[in-house]
């Protein structure tokens, strides 16, 4: 059951890639993707490092001890959905946008630690996934801030050039 349910996660995933990657907007993107996959990548590593959770069923046993399928495609393309989502909002309108991902993915990753092998919790709870999840949605949606403006001062210093 479990491998179906990465295999699904996956499908999912490939399948919404054209749809997300699409626009004026691609660089951005994949600056998101890649950056949270990063990001992702090095948080989740610590908390397995440290022994708070481990992923009994993953793609690739043997060379990584985290769920790469989270990692590095299925949270990149949530944060990539919540940046364009949020793209224009002030901070009080993010947090509660925040919300509309993080309590579902609290609430549904405590379902999935009950119910399946995916992964076990030993020093980690909800809370901690509702914090991880916001803290890592914020930092890529403050380096995308950052990106924008860099390119307003970019494009004011060359307006002022010619």
Not at 4 to 17: D, E, I, K, P
Not at 74 to 99: C, E
Not at 140 to 161: H, Y
Request: proline share 3%; glycine share 4%.
């Amino acid at each position: 059951m479990e491998k179906r349910l990465l295999n699904l996660l996956t499908a999912l995933c490939v399948v919404s890639l054209p749809f997300l990657f699409n626009g004026s907007k691609m660089r951005e993107s994949l600056v998101i993707f890649f950056s949270k996959g990063v990001l992702a990548t090095l948080v989740d590593a610590y908390v397995v490092g440290t022994k708070r959770v481990e992923y009994p069923v993953r793609p690739f046993t043997k060379i990584f001890k985290t769920n790469i399928i989270y990692d590095i495609l299925f949270f990149p393309l949530l944060s990539v959905v919540w940046v364009k989502i949020t793209y224009n909002d002030k901070i009080w309108k993010m947090l509660l946008k925040s919300l509309l991902f993080s309590v579902p993915m609290s609430v549904g990753q405590w379902y999935m630690e009950k119910n399946t092998k995916l992964f076990k919790w030993k020093k980690w709870t909800a809370l901690h996934t509702f914090g991880s999840v916001n803290f890592t949605l914020f930092t890529i949606r403050g380096f995308v801030g950052l990106i924008k403006l860099l390119d307003k001062f970019k494009s004011k210093r060359s307006i002022t050039e010619k």
